[in-house]
């Protein structure tokens, strides 16, 4: 195998891992969600446990506090 697709499988198997472990998703969960086009808006972003909170406004945002 090439040593560049090798390099991109390592690369793609390190980032689910890294995901996995992160959002609670499995690596398998992982790995399938990254092998077909999920787009996530804000608030799906939070369910799948990419983000904490989603901020409204820069007034919230400059505030602290976070919707």
């Known amino acids: 195998m090439d040593v560049q697709a090798r390099e991109l499988l390592r690369r ?3 980032m689910a891992g890294l995901l ?9 969960r ?3 969600d ?3 086009l ?4 804000a608030p799906a972003a939070v369910e799948y446990g990419l983000v904490d909170h ?7 945002a400059a505030g602290g506090a976070a919707r």
């Open 12 to 14: 793609r198997a390190l």
């Open 54 to 60: 989603v901020i409204t406004s820069r007034r919230a």
């Open 38 to 41: 999920t787009v996530l808006d």
């Open 20 to 28: 996995a472990e992160h959002t609670g998703r499995s690596s398998e």
């Open 30 to 32: 992982v790995d399938a």
């Open 34 to 36: 990254l092998d077909r």
